[in-house]
């Protein structure tokens, strides 16, 4: 299934894709919640499969979509990760995975603009990244489970003003170091710096992510095209890797890392200005696609 999360009359409502329709969940049985979130926490993904032959309908292409979970209790920005992007960053390969969490007040739908910050809009990049979202509450399990706590996939662009990355190399001392990596993952913080979407594809129908095809491109030209077995850290192993510390519950988002083609590896460097689009996708899952505008 494809889920997703529509605006109608005003409000969020969780819904799945039939075909050029979307079914409206909660108006097809109203037992069920209206957010994709509480259907995760009720664990009634099936009973949601159900209702694909449900007449309760719109058409998808008047549908206005929002970040398929607008409220994660989490988002964990695994960074660092694909082989390709760390030798185009110069950057060694990480012996245990490293991730940061991201502001879920930066959540943004698909058709979004990504507002750029007045203080720091020269060096806007992209970082389209394939993303995980947690089924069930998802503590200490091991890689041979972990895809079981597993809802599906979705894609996130992981934003950054690239403006405080160089201070990070040339930092001494032990504050400095520590102070400048800080900083740089402040750039990603942005309001409207963390766009999601444009659906949730359930793990049934994409069942390797070791084996996905993601692709992001700036005003139609391809700036990222790679595979996920380009991945350090799998999803399996990253699940495994984290649960050992955090609470995993239903509807955390977990990326899973940039491929490379950012806009800072790149000579000359590369950024999004206002009037730009930018577009990730994957087959399975769809295309986020988000404008960029000057902040108000």
């Known amino acids: 299934m494809k889920l997703v999360t529509m605006e109608l009359d005003g409000r969020a409502r969780a819904g799945v894709i039939a075909g050029d329709e979307i079914v409206d969940i909660h108006a097809s049985d109203p037992a069920l919640p209206s957010s994709l979130k509480q259907i995760l926490e009720a664990g009634a993904l099936e009973r949601v499969r159900s209702l694909l032959g449900s007449k309760t309908r719109i058409p998808r292409k008047s549908a206005k979509l929002l970040a398929p979970i607008p409220d994660p209790g989490m988002v964990l920005s695994v960074g660092m990760n694909y082989y390709e992007h760390l030798k185009e960053m ?48 998802c503590h200490r ?80 030209r391809v700036m990222q095209s790679a595979n996920t077995d380009d991945l350090v850290f799998g999803v399996a192993r990253l699940i495994e890797y984290y649960s050992q510390f955090y609470l995993f519950r239903p509807g955390d988002v977990i990326t899973t890392g940039s491929p490379s083609g950012v806009g800072y590896g790149r000579n000359p460097k590369l950024f999004m200005k206002p009037g730009d689009v930018i577009e990730v996708e994957v087959k399975e899952i769809g295309i986020l696609r988000n404008p960029v505008e000057n902040a108000a």
């Not at 995975?97 to 990504?114: E, L």
């Not at 990355?165 to 900083?183: C, K, L, S, T």
């Not at 990603?188 to 491109?217: H, S, W, Y």
């Open 141 to 220: 399990v091991s890689a041979v489970h972990a895809l079981d706590y597993v809802a599906g996939y979705t894609l996130v662009n992981d934003v950054s003003a690239r403006d405080w990355v160089a201070p990070i190399f040339a930092a001494q001392g032990v504050m400095g170091p520590i102070h400048a990596w800080e900083h740089n993952l402040l750039g990603k913080m942005f309001p409207t710096f963390c766009p999601m979407g444009p659906a949730i594809v359930t793990r049934d129908e994409l069942p390797d992510p070791g084996n996905v095809q993601i692709e992001t491109r700036l005003n139609g």
């Open 90 to 137: 110069k950057t060694p390969v990480p012996e245990k995975p490293a991730a940061f969490t991201k502001s879920v007040a930066s959540i943004i739908g698909p058709g979004q603009p990504i507002k750029v910050p007045r203080n720091n809009p020269d060096m806007l990049d992209w970082e389209g990244e394939f993303s995980v979202v947690i089924g069930r509450p």
